[in-house]
């Protein structure tokens, strides 16, 4: 397993984790890389961050191919979270003469997660000298955690944000422009909506200190996915700066679980009101479309439009299960519609309502509910329903 060069002097020592499926909670279908850095100076050699504890053997050999393991002098931990700190006492084993160094609070949390393990800490003006080459920290409180901390090599100009900037994706290519820029961009959009959309006001502060400090940047190494060059950087500030900002579009995402196929036919018709009602629409039934990828449309649509049978006086358990996963996510402020069908009783359509406002979306119509199979003319009445609710959204 060989060393990847990132720059003259910084190499990518990472793993790529090509069968991961599920991100705690997370569904990654493209399966996600555990990114590491070793910068090599004249008198040290540093490693950024560690990888997720199955795959430090593939971290040794990738480090071995560049330098032997006592060369290493240093490891820094950005960030404690278990894909990135997991293997660092096996890390640290391997390598028992390396000072190891976090945040303050990263400090605290290596301590409390590996029983007490000791390491230093840096502050935001320490800085590392290996030689020629030299590490400058930056801290980024909940971005996405209280530890969490930006490193960077100004002789390179190369910044190591962790999980900041990052995709879930594996691929043996190591730079956006070789999987090709649009779809590491769709990647960075599925990993904000799924992480870092609670986060927006500390993601956009984050953004801002970069600019502060006033770093040249030739590639942003991120510790999932691939990396930015050049003017590719700018695109995924852009993108950061707009997902941050609240900016939403004529857009609604469609959402259902069906039992005998009778909210789904109500759904098909509904989008279809919707799209002509001169709204972007995107329907998706939730046994089908990985959660992570419908959170991903809502990313800037908005509203949502849910629908469910009932089952038991409640909503089917997917849609209840979607619902809690927003509600961590918190994409409020949107606008929302709720449909249905049902036999014998109701009840779908109030649990979905009050866990929708709940999360701070706006019901902005009536619901619409079908007993039993859609005739013909309810199939109409969902179309203009979509059609009634493309108004309203347009109108916020």
């Not at 290519?173 to 590491?184: I, M, N, S």
Request: hydrophobic fraction near 45%; aromatic fraction near 8%.
């Amino acid at each position: 397993m060989r060393a990847m060069n990132v720059t003259d002097n910084i190499w990518w020592v990472g793993a790529i984790d090509w069968n991961l499926r599920d991100f705690h909670g997370f569904e990654v279908p493209e399966g996600t890389t555990y990114n590491c850095y070793l910068v090599k100076g004249e008198s040290g050699v540093a490693l950024v961050d560690t990888v997720k504890a199955p795959f430090v053997p593939e971290l040794l050999a990738r480090i071995q191919s560049v330098v032997p393991l006592d060369q290493v002098t240093h490891i820094v931990v950005n960030h404690v979270e278990p894909d990135h700190n997991g293997g660092l006492p096996q890390v640290m084993a391997a390598i028992p003469g390396a000072r190891v160094v976090a945040s303050p609070s990263g400090v605290r949390g290596v301590a409390e997660y590996h029983n007490g393990l000791a390491i230093e800490a840096v502050k935001g003006d320490d800085v590392i000298d290996l030689g020629g080459r030299t590490l400058e920290f930056l801290p980024q409180p909940m971005v996405h955690w209280p530890d969490s901390m930006f490193t960077y090599c100004p002789e390179e100009r190369v910044l190591m944000p962790n999980d900041a900037f990052g995709q879930h994706v594996a691929s043996e290519e190591r730079f956006a422009d070789e999987l090709g820029l649009d779809e590491a961009l769709r990647q960075l959009g599925i990993y904000y909506a799924n992480i870092l959309l609670p986060l927006g006001t500390a993601v956009g502060k984050a953004i801002d200190k970069v600019l502060e400090k006033g770093w040249a940047l030739d590639v942003v190494a991120p510790s999932h996915g691939v990396m930015w060059r050049g003017a590719d950087f700018g695109h995924v500030v852009e993108h950061y700066r707009r997902w941050g900002s609240g900016e939403l579009a004529d857009k609604a995402v469609v959402v259902y679980s069906t039992m005998w196929g009778s909210t789904e036919a109500l759904a098909q018709r509904v989008g279809e009101g919707l799209s002509a009602g001169g709204v972007e629409v995107a329907v998706h039934d939730l046994a089908v479309t990985p959660l992570s990828h419908i959170t991903y449309e809502l990313l800037e649509a908005k509203a949502l439009v849910l629908g469910s049978p009932t089952l038991h006086h409640g909503m089917l358990y997917r849609v209840a299960g979607y619902l809690q996963y927003l509600s961590g996510l918190k994409p409020a402020g949107r606008a929302a519609g709720v449909f249905g069908s049902y036999g014998w009783s109701k009840g779908a359509e109030k649990e979905m309502r009050e866990r929708l406002e709940a999360i701070g979306m706006e019901v902005v119509a009536d619901d619409f509910l079908v007993k039993f199979r859609p005739t013909a003319d309810d199939l109409l009445a969902a179309e203009a329903w979509g059609r009634e609710l493309a108004e309203a959204i347009k109108a916020r």
